[in-house]
């Protein structure tokens, strides 16, 4: 019996007494947030490497599948209900929408003015929810994502936008659509 302060060492040389399974590769770094995705054995960690990884769960094992990077540490993310899309934030200030599942690429869709700490999805309102360490809580819906990708792919380099990829609320959005 193994005790707190370490006096017992009967059990010191067992290090994975459950015998659990390692997902590997592993990150470089800390891990800083893990989701599950809704609709299959899809696991994505993000972690201080900049790294949002997704790895395939089975019986017995984990295949890795794709990563994405952020410019800095990568803090949190979240499936879309219909576990196809990830979100993810960190300290690059960003939001980023990876459709995962379809092999496309991954954009930003929102940003904050200090790391996004949280971020949720919630299905009922089709609705991206964050959180910074701005003291922010910002949110937008799919179509407003869809529509801040579309500017900022078709408009980053116009002048019709002061920034590249900047968070338009839902407000703009349904005057822009009138």
Request: hydrophobic residues 40%; contains cysteine; neutral net charge.
């Amino acid at each position: 019996m193994a005790s707190f302060g370490g006096l017992n060492t009967a059990a010191a040389g067992n290090v994975n007494p459950n015998k659990s399974l390692e997902v590997l590769p592993s990150p470089s770094d800390s891990v800083s947030s893990l989701s599950f995705s809704p609709k299959g054995n899809y696991l994505v960690a993000t972690s201080w490497d900049n790294q949002v990884r997704c790895w395939e769960i089975m019986a017995g094992s984990s295949q890795p599948k794709a990563s994405i990077s952020h410019d800095h540490p990568v803090l949190c993310s979240t499936w879309k209900d219909d576990g196809t899309t990830v979100f993810s934030g960190g300290c690059d200030k960003i939001v980023k929408m990876w459709p995962l599942m379809s092999g496309g690429q991954p954009t930003t869709v929102a940003a904050h003015d200090a790391p996004v700490k949280e971020i949720a999805w919630i299905q009922q309102m089709n609705l991206l929810v964050t959180g910074s360490w701005d003291k922010t809580l910002r949110h937008a819906t799919l179509i407003t994502i869809k529509w801040c990708h579309f500017m900022s792919r078709n408009f980053a380099n116009t002048g019709i936008l002061d920034k590249p990829n900047q968070f338009i609320p839902s407000s703009f959005l349904s005057v822009a659509l009138l």
